[in-house]
Structures are given as C-alpha cells and as structure tokens.
C-alpha cells in the first residue's frame, strides 16, 4: 500500500520513513537502547498507518507508539515527552533544526508573544511595564523542560498554557513557567530579579504553585487562590446569596468547601410563612447543579465538598448523598461529602454509647462550639430530649451511625471524615472564630462567617528534587539537601504572600477574610518518590523519621520568613490575640488538644531544631494566619513527575484516569533498582501480570520487595503515622488519602479510630483495593491453566474430596491431535 | 444422570451441595460487579464526538449499532440453549445474572445511541442492512435454531454436540473474540483523550465479559471432560473450524467498520489482533495456535490490563462496588 501524508497546506507527499527515523533517533538521544529503539517504533508506527493520513495525526501517531512500550522501558515516556515537546516548539515558535536555534527561538519569540497576549487582552498589561524583558528572556533554559515526563508535558499544555483568541499556542513550557513567575512579583520593589527567583525555582520542578495560580497567574483574571471555604447561614437570603458566591468562584477555578450544617433540618417549623422546612438536602441539590452548569464548556465541572456535622437531624440522609441509586433529586453527583466529628462522637463510639441527632433550630450553638465546651453542651441537650424539652430530635447507637459513614465511605469514597476538636484545639488562627469546616481537599482549617469566606493560597514542595547524591562516607547514596530545601520553602512563602495581594475574587467576603488574614498553606509533594531513591519502606520508621525531620525544616523556614515578611511588610491584621501572639507554634498545639481531650494523643513530640527562640520571634508579628497544609497535589503532581503529596505508590504499574486521558505509570524508581540488578527484562511481564504487585515474584531480593509494596499492602497505620508526623509541623491539615485491601467494618473503624487517637486532622479518599478486573490483553493469560491450577489447590486443600476438578490439568480439545502434546 | 447436562426440571432446586464451585464463585463474583449505566455522564463525550472525523464517528455508531442486538442476541442463545439443557443450580444462578447483565449491556448501548447525535435508525437498521453485519448475525442464530427449531435430545451425542456448538458460537466466538475486538476499538479512542466516559462504561462491560468467557470455557471444558463420546477429532477439526470461519467474518466486518483508517487504527490493524484473540481462545480450548501473530495494541496495558487510578475531580471512579455489602468482625462486636 503506498501512503500519502496530508500537509498543512493540503498538498500530499509520499510517506517518508526516514524522516520519522531521524526524529525519533533525536528524541532517543542519551538514553540506552536509542537503535533498537528506532527500528520498534517505526515498524509498530507503519502498523498504524493509512492513506491520507494528515501530518498532525502522524505527529501523534508516533507519539502513541512510544508510548505504548513504557510498560516495557520507562525511557520510552522520555521518547514520548521530547516528541511532543518537539511539536509544542514548532507549533509555538515555528521550525527549527539544533539545539542552538531553539534556543535563539525561545529568546526572540518571548516579547512579542506576551506583547500578543497583552494586546488580546488575555494578560496583565502590567507585564510589559513593569519587567526588563530582555533579561527575563535570556534567563530562559528550555534544556528544563527535559525534566518533564510526559503526562507533566501534556498537563502542561491541556490545562495551563495560555492560547491566543483564534486558538493559537503562546506558551511553551519555559514561557509558561515565565509568565506565572512574573504575575507573582507584580508587587515587588524590584519585579524582575523576584521574578528570576521564583522561575528558578518553579521551572526546575523545585515547588509549584497550585492549579489556579498556574491558569491565572499574569492573565487579566488572576482569580488565583485554590480554596474558598463558607457556609450558608439557615435564611432563604443567604442561601440564595450562596448559590451565588459559588457560581462566581467556580467560574474562577476555585475549590470550594462548604458547611451546611446551620440549615435547619426536614419538618423543622417556619415562622414567617407557618408551614415546614424541606431541610438542607434539596437546597444542596440546587448547588450541585450550579456545578455542573458552570463548567468551562462542559470540560471541567465545578469542584466542592459539603460539610455537615454529624448531630444534624437530616445526617443518615446526608451520607445517602453519593449513592448511585434513589431519587436524583436527593443526590449529590458533583459534590463531594465530608463530616465533621466530634470527640463527643468518639468517645461514644468507643464506650458503645447512645448518639443524638438534634434539629439545628433547636440547638444552634452547638455549631459553634468545639472540644469540652462543645461536650457539656450536647449532653445538656441529650438531657432536655430525655425530658420531652425538644421539639424534635432522635436517639440511636454512636456506633451503629459510625458504621453507616464507614459503609458510605467504602461503597462511595464519601463522606470523609475530618475531626472538628482537633482541628480547633490544634489551631493557631482561630481568634477569630470557629472553624466550622474543611474545604474540598480537607487540608486548609481556616475560621469563616457570614462576613468572611476564607481563602487558601497554596503551593507544594517537590521532595524528589531535593534529595541528592550523598558525599558523606556512609552507606547512603542519597541524602536530603536540607539548605535548598530550606531556600524553596522561604521563597514559596514569599511567593504565596505576594499572590494575596494580586488575586482578586467576585466575592467581596473571600477578598475581605483573604486581607485579614492573608493565610497560605505551604506543602509537599513527592513523599513516596523520595524514600524510595532512600531505599526506605513507607511504613519503616526510617520513613516516618524522614517525614518528621523534613517537615519540621520546612515549617521552620517557613514559619521564620512569615516574621521576616511581617518585619517587612507588617503582621496580618487579624494577628493580635492569635496563638501566634500567645508565642505559640503548632507543635505546642498537640498537648493543648490532649489536656481538653483527656485522652492520650498517640504521637512522638520529638523536635530538634531552636522552636524557643522561634517562640519568640512569632510572638512579634506574623505575616500570615496560616503557613502549611499538604493538598493533594494530584495535578500539579503529574506536572512536578512524582508521587503527589504523601500517597504511596497506587501500584508498581498502573493507569490514571484523568482530564487529559489515560497514562500508564511505572515506577522508575523500582525499574532503575532493577535495572541494576539485572533483573528488570526477566520481571516486568510478571509485574504487569500482578497489575504492580511484586511480592509473588520469588526471584526478587528482600529488600526490594520491603520498599515497593502496592498501596494495599502497606498497613493503613503507615498512612496514620506518616500524616500524624507530620502533622506535629503544620498548622493547617492535610489532604490524607487512604488505601485499604480489608473490607471489614470491624477493621475500618480501627483503622478511623486510630486517625483520631493520632491527633490526625482530616482524612480524604479512601480507596478500596479493585475486586474486579477485566482479562488482560498484553500478557498471555490461559484460563484453562489458570482453573486447573485453582482447581488442584482447591482439592489439595480439601483431601480426599477428590473430584472432576482435581484431574489433571484438563485439555478440552487437546486429544484431537490439533494441539501439542504437552512439551 | 450426575453431570451439568440435563434437563430434568426437578433436579436442580437445591443449591447445596454445590457441585460445581467455579459457577458459584463467579455468580458471587457478579454479583459483586453491578453497576448500571446512568452513573456515567456523557456530556464530555458528546463534545467529542462533534469534534471527531466523519470516519471515526463511524466506527463508533458502527460498533454500537453491532454490540446492541448482539447482546440481546447472547440472552437468546443462554435462553433457548444453555439454560434449559443444564442442571446445576449454581450454574442457573449465573447465567440469570449473566442474562440481566446482557439486558444491562444493551440498555448501557441504547443510552449512548440515544444520547450521542447520529443517524438512530441507520444505527439500529445496521445489522441488516450492512451485509459483513449480517453475515455475523446470521451465523450465530442459525446455531441458535438448532436449540430450537427441532426438539434437541441433550442425552444423544448429536445433541450435546449441538448444545456445544452454541456455545462456541455464542461464547467464544461472538463474546470472546468477535466483542473484545470492538472493545479494543472502542478504548483507543480514549488512549486519545476522546469518549473517556464512555471508556467507563466499556470498561464494566469488558469486566463482566471477562465473567462470561471463564464461565463458558470451563462450560465447555466440563461438558467434554464428563462426555467421552464427544471426543472425537472430527468434532474438534468441526469447533476449531468454527473459529476460524469467524475470524474471516470478522475481518470483513473491520474492513467495512474502518473503510481507510483513523489515527492509531486501521483494518489490518485491528484483524492481527483478531488473530491474537483467536489464538488465545483456541489454546485456551486446547487447540494449537493458528496464526501466531503478535498484538500490535501494546497500549491495552494502559487502557485495560491495569488497575486505575481515578483523579476523582475529573472522572468517574468505576472501581467502586454498587450496594457493597460491608462484612464486620467479630472484634469489633
């Protein structure tokens, strides 16, 4: 079949093999095996082809065809990346042959694109004033963008680089990384050289601003804070006020966290009209398709979570919220859920007690109450119900409704759960009021009402980028590089305060608490990449020491450089009368939660850097409300190429489902261990046969199969422990996933009871191990083996009960001679 | 009579003592697998496929206008020739599940044709309208009428030869190779970010699918362990000709579902892994390798032979298990 190839301009021209060769022997350049290479995807590419075949989907072709061979070689994501990297420049900056030229491309094309972007007025105008451009562009190192993978390339591209009206590309990476640097430094006595600082640090993946800041940052909607957290007050005013606010900081990308626990529940009486409220679930309906409508032309829905607490009336039918099945009009499919326990709730638990659910109506301050205050108050209430005091209220098992959130949890991954006394007796900046919430991701703890609806400014540190090779003598090839790590995080906070001053939201109540408070919630990312390069097991103490010790450093930096910008800049109006005013640091916060709790907080109170003088310091002046939580990172993760936040390895090898498709995942780390043991070619199939379990591979060393556990196989107190280290540091929380293989309710309520007994804040997604999977298609599977092999365990196991099964292995059609005998 | 055949309506109505553990742990295996398909949004989808190429639009109303009699055309041959010449409880409890999850399949196929903007009576007139369509169709019910049509006595040997004739028809051909090629087409498109909802939906069907095949093979292994008279190679020489008739009528059909070809695709390209598909179904049936070719759809290691990771905020999560029933400890009672 001769192939022609559809040009741009719509001329044909043969299909030319040596052109593709070249370009995939360049894109294959310093890695290993780059001729085999070559060979393997151009013939698997000519497998592909058609007539007519138009140059773009040629450039894609090749791209898919290298993908498809990272389940053998991870190298191939290299191939991959490079490739479309390679159309990203030609789209971007037009044609070009050496390294040389694309470099001199990258310098010249810097200034009349952002000039393009000013004049469509997709950019601040202010980056072509305020910056000395010439230097900014020299500064510009696109031999960085080697450092991506290749789902971090397509990321990039799909979701943050800026195109021009008529649909054109105006960002390659580097010019991404340029632009966001510069929209972050517009308040800067001397923006270029900020501007320097944060690319350095931003395009060599050492952190990353979250996903708003990356879309907005410099653009002329620079809506660029993450998490917004409010709550709908029980009046129709304010709720419709509500549906409101939520549609504006949709449309501007932002996560939202929202408390309903105020509403009044079903049946409940109002005066102004004498008949009976609906409750709060269809008024959440409505909010759930506010989501839906205000979706970026359907690719990307509106993002929140619903907060209630757990004594409301309306709460069994609040954890119905995420079932697939019922009446539509009384689910939630967009919105997430989240409950909001009490250590009242706990006890109970534990001690098998009776729980109350209440008519908020009826007893409003519970909502604002919180720890042994909180506690005297419910029982007081527990006693009026008892005495035919309340209008309504109803009486079951502690246990039996915890039982029903963990069954919720485990059939629907919702709702989480997030522990409202610990949150606000660990808390440093609740002066000003109750916390009343988490938000989408349940790692920001900011106090709100209705006149504040409180903001979170975030970015992440990338710990795989600052674990370096060791220079001591020991046995260690890696070590941490505590002094960059040290300088990332005092430049993220300088980066993240600036942003606060920059951002602008449609709803005055989010920009009024954001001034107030001017909270930030610095990060990590890459947690899970960085022990392994250590040679560390997640649940090994070394692990939980590591965690410990990183996040101590950073929080230090972190905390110092707050006093250093309040020095500077001046303290957050909101300071006065804060822990932080009272001298204290969120360590000090652990005994403080213990003492009102009166139950042991399982955690080490270990520190070993100078918190006495830092003690000190904070008590003159902070710059911020708040300095750290730990989001979830699972976009800017992919970007970043590591393991997002503090997640394990989901498997050894597995897929992503996410907005930009479907990737495989293989974890380079284990590969490259392989690799030098000479093992990696002899195994892979095998893994990918487990789906990523290397456990059952009986050539493999010990050690290896120590640190490359699935997600399932490490012990859920692991994720307890590794969250409750670091939690000793931060002031906000953490966005805390969970695996479990066990479905046991016995075993979840351990494992939800053990978060609570470590002072862990919040927990996130719990993801069940799959019981499901469809016959794989890549490696060789012959169910006929596979029964006769279950079949003589099964008789094996049984004695004598010896029946068809236990035969030998059964060959159906084998005696006709149509098959081998058995070799 | 002490085997699975049979047709004695009164035996059969005690579970106990369960024979045959491998139909039980499949039917709790299904069971556990429930899913229904207004879980899935289609909206992204419909933006894509107005955005896709006319040929690529055609292979995908194409493949819907295939799967959706078939599946109903699976219920029939369960119905009128597996169900009523077997007699083990526990294997009639699996095939009703099998057969609501065939009705399921097909209702998933109706929400997507009614939803996605197509020509709908082209799509359902396709099956026999499109001569490679019918030809398939029409090769399956005419091993169905054979369960049928004349009164079958499942104690002869032409009898039982006839009950496993369709269920290589239904099963191995139409299921296991004849389907999970249309699967394999129906993913690639969200190997290109495109339809990655309706990837989800595909991804329950191929995993109750994969049910269905290890549920049929060690059918019909069983039937041919516990029937001697059945292995002759005159019969084997017939069933393996059967799958290799089916892979020429199923290489029409690519060539009329992808007529030049789309990015990633084309009707070579998909017939070599027909031919992987066969092979593998006839060593699992205990036949040699016909045509011994390698599978060019490297990339299914990706869209189906690993667990999934869903970013919750951007994907529906398919991993979940409707109406899990939670089991508690004793511990903690």
Known sequence: ?823 | MSGILGTGVQEGLLLKPVKYQWAMDLYDQAVANTWFPNEIQLDQDIADFKRMTDEERHAITYLMSYFNPNELLVNKALAFGVYPYVNAAEAHLYLAKQMWEEANHCMSFEYVLETFPIDRDEAYNAHVDVPSMARKEEFQVNFIKRMTEQTLDITTTEGKQDFVRNLVAYNIVLEGIWFYSGFMVALSFRQRNLLRNFGGLIDWVVRDESLHLKFGINLILTVLEENPDLQTPEFAAEIKQMILDAVEMEEEYNRDLLPSGILGLNANYINQYVKYLADRRLEELGFEPEYKVSNPAKWMATANDTYELVNFFESTNTSYETNAKSVTGSKSE
Not at chain 1, 350 to 363: G, H, M, N, R
Not at chain 1, 719 to 731: G, M, S, T
């Open chain 1, 1 to 823: 079949m001769s192939i022609t190839v559809v040009k741009r301009n719509g001329q044909r021209e043969a299909y030319d093999a040596n052109k593709i060769n070249l370009a995939i022997e360049k894109a294959s350049e310093g890695l290993d095996e780059n001729i085999t290479w070559v060979t393997q995807i151009a013939s698997e590419l000519e497998l592909t082809l058609f007539d007519g075949i138009t140059t773009q989907q040629l450039d894609e072709a090749v791209i898919q065809v290298a993908l498809q061979n990272v389940k053998d070689d991870p190298a191939f994501d290299t191939v991959a990346a490079r490739l479309l990297l390679k159309t990203i420049y030609k789209r971007v900056l037009g044609d070009y042959e050496t390294d040389e030229e694309l470099a001199r491309l990258h310098l010249e094309h810097f200034e009349p694109n952002l000039r393009r972007g000013v004049e469509e007025g997709l950019l601040d105008t202010r980056l072509i004033e305020l910056f000395d451009i010439p230097r900014l562009a020299a500064a510009l190192n696109h031999e960085r963008d080697d450092l991506l993978k290749y789902i971090g390339v397509v990321t990039l591209n799909n979701r943050y680089g800026i195109k021009g009206r008529n649909g054109d590309a105006l960002e390659v990476p580097q010019y991404f990384w340029m632009r966001v640097a510069m929209g972050l430094s517009l308040n800067e006595d001397d923006p270029t050289t900020q501007a320097l600082g944060f690319y350095e640090k931003m395009s060599k993946l050492e952190y990353l601003a979250a996903g708003s800041t990356l879309v907005n940052a410099g653009t002329s909607y620079p809506q660029l804070a993450n998490c917004f957290v409010m709550e709908m007050q029980d009046d129709i005013e304010h709720i419709a006020k509500t549906v409101r606010d939520v549609m504006w900081l949709t449309k501007g990308t932002g996560g939202i966290g929202l408390s309903v626990t105020k509403l009044r529940s079903m049946g409940s009486p109002i005066r102004s009209n004498n008949t009976t409220s609906t409750g709060p679930i269809p008024f959440m309906h409505t909010i759930d398709s506010v989501l839906r409508a205000v979706s970026r032309g359907g690719k990307k829905f509106g993002a929140l979570a619903f907060y209630m607490e757990n004594w409301h009336l309306d709460f069994p039918e609040f954890l119905d919220l995420r079932q697939n099945s019922g009446d539509p009009y009384r689910r939630t499919r967009t919105a997430n859920t989240a409950v909001w326990v009490s250590d009242e709730f706990m006890k109970r638990v534990q001690s098998d007690a009776d729980w109350y659910l209440f008519d908020p109506l009826e007893v409003s301050e519970l909502n604002e109450l919180y720890g042994a205050e909180f506690s005297a108050r419910y029982n007081e209430y527990v006693a009026d119900a008892e005495a035919g005091k309340l209008r309504m209220f109803k009486k079951i098992k502690a246990r039996e409704q915890f039982k029903a959130m963990l069954m919720s949890l485990q059939a629907s991954a919702h709702p989480w759960l997030t522990w409202k006394d610990t949150i606000n007796l660990r808390a440093l900046n609740n002066n000003t009021g109750t916390i009343h919430l988490s938000n989408l991701c349940t790692e920001i703890t900011l106090p709100q009402d209705e006149d504040n609806v409180s903001v979170c400014n975030l970015a992440s540190i990338n710990l795989s980028r600052h674990i370096v090779p060791s220079t001591g003598s020991g046995q260690a090839r890696f070590t941490v590089d505590f002094a960059r790590l040290e300088e990332s995080a005092r430049t993220a906070v300088r980066q993240l305060d600036n942003l606060i001053d920059i951002t602008k939201s449609s709803v005055k109540e989010a920009d009024f608490s954001n001034q107030q408070n001017r909270a930030v919630g610095l990060g990590v990312m890459g947690f899970t990449d960085a022990i392994e390069q250590l040679g560390f097991a997640y649940d090994s103490e070394q692990a939980y020491d590591f965690i410990d010790e990183v996040m101590e450093h950073i929080s230090y930096a972190a905390i110092d450089e707050s006093t250093e910008l309040a020095k500077e800049r001046g303290a957050y109006p909101n300071f006065e009368g804060s822990g932080w005013s009272n001298g204290l640091v969120p360590l000090d916060t652990i005994d403080r939660n213990e003492a009102d709790r009166g139950v042991p907080i399982t955690v080490s109170r270990k520190s070993t850097l100078d918190w006495d003088s830092m003690r000190e310091k904070v008590k003159k002046g902070m710059r911020n409300a708040t300095l750290m939580a730990i989001a979830p990172t699972a976009s800017i993760g992919l970007v970043a190429g590591t393991t997002p936040g503090l997640d394990p390895q989901f498997t050894q090898i597995f897929s992503r489902n996410t907005s930009s498709g479907k990737f495989l995942e293989v974890n380079r780390n284990l590969v490259a261990d392989l690799q030098k043991l000479g093992m990696w070619e002899q195994v892979r199939e095998s893994i990918l046969r487990s789906q990523g379990d290397v456990q059952g591979i009986a050539a493999l060393p010990d050690h290896i199969k120590e640190v490359y556990k699935t997600s399932f196989q490490i012990s859920p107190y692991a994720f307890l422990e590794v969250a409750a280290r670091a939690q000793k540091w931060i002031d906000q929380a953490i966005s805390r996933n969970m695996y479990l293989e066990s479905r046991d309710l016995g075993d979840m309520m351990d494992v939800y009871i053990g978060a609570w007994e470590r002072g862990v804040k919040t927990t996130y997604y719990l993801h069940m191990k799959p019981r499901h999977q469809a016959e794989q298609s890549t490696v060789k599977v012959n169910k006929a083996e596979e029964l006769s092999d279950a079949a003589s365990a099964r008789a094996a196991g049984e004695g004598e009960k010896v029946g068809a099964g236990a035969a030998p292995a059964r060959r159906g059609f084998g005696f006709s001679g149509l098959a081998t005998k058995g070799e």
